[in-house]
Structure formats: structure tokens, C-alpha cells
């Protein structure tokens, strides 16, 4: 698997990017899928709240779009204070793609890097029916 330095570097500079005039918190996510290539997102508001996206949704199309399919890393940092964990939607956006393998790396202030599963972080995820 690509280093997690090459993750953090996409997902900063996302988020240096990001579209954040409104709450001030900027987001960035990467994600290195399935074929081996590495997809940036950030977030991006909107006067028309909550009609954003999340940095980790951004990702995520933009890794299907290319054809991925799998998540096998995906690395989220922000500028807050303390460790970002993605909201709901964006843990099962993640979960649709992810296998028992997936790897969810999230950052903390002191840009140290904390690895979880998604069953760690949404254990009653949606299922098929």
C-alpha cells in the first residue's frame, strides 16, 4: 500500500483548499483505492446550508468516477483543534465502499495518526437487504 505520508499530503493540501467561508473549518480527506491511485477531497459550503459537501464525499466521487470501487485507506485531516472523525453520512458513504480490510487513518491537532475499521467507528452500519 501507497506510504500514509503520500495520504497526508494529498488530504492537507485538500484541505488548504478547501471552500470553508462560512463555518471556518476546513476539511481534507484522500483515499487510496482499489486501483492503486490516490483521490483528494475537501469540503465545500454553501450560502445554502447544509447544501455542502464533505471532504470525504469529494474523495470518494471523485474515486469512483475514475473507477475505483474499494477503499483501502482513506486519510482525514482538519485544521480544529482535536481528532476529526467523519459525520454519519460520510461514515456509511465509506462503509459502501470499504471492505474488512479498509483502513480509516484520522488526524489529531499534533498530526499524529490514529487507525481504525469502520466497524470501529459505525458498528450498526446499514446492511443490504
Known amino acids: 500500500m501507497k506510504n500514509i505520508q503520500q495520504l497526508f499530503k494529498i488530504a492537507e493540501t485538500s484541505m488548504q483548499n ?3 467561508p462560512y463555518s471556518k473549518f476546513r476539511v481534507g480527506a484522500a483515499v487510496l483505492a482499489d486501483n492503486q491511485k490516490i483521490y483528494g477531497g475537501c469540503n465545500t459550503e454553501n450560502i445554502s446550508y447544509p447544501c455542502g459537501t464533505c471532504a ?3 474523495a470518494i466521487a471523485a ?4 473507477g475505483g470501487r ?9 485544521d480544529g483543534k482535536s481528532m476529526i472523525t467523519p459525520c454519519g453520512a ?4 465509506i462503509k459502501e465502499f470499504s471492505d474488512v480490510n479498509t483502513e480509516i487513518i484520522l488526524t489529531d491537532a499534533d498530526r499524529k495518526f490514529h487507525h481504525y475499521h469502520i466497524s470501529d467507528l459505525l458498528p450498526q452500519a446499514f446492511k443490504e437487504f
Do not use: F, H, P, T
Open 56 to 58: 470525504e464525499a469529494g
Open 63 to 66: 474515486m469512483v468516477a475514475d
Open 90 to 93: 460520510c461514515l456509511q458513504r
Open 70 to 78: 474499494i477503499i483501502k485507506q482513506i486519510l482525514i485531516v482538519s
Open 18 to 20: 478547501a471552500y470553508a
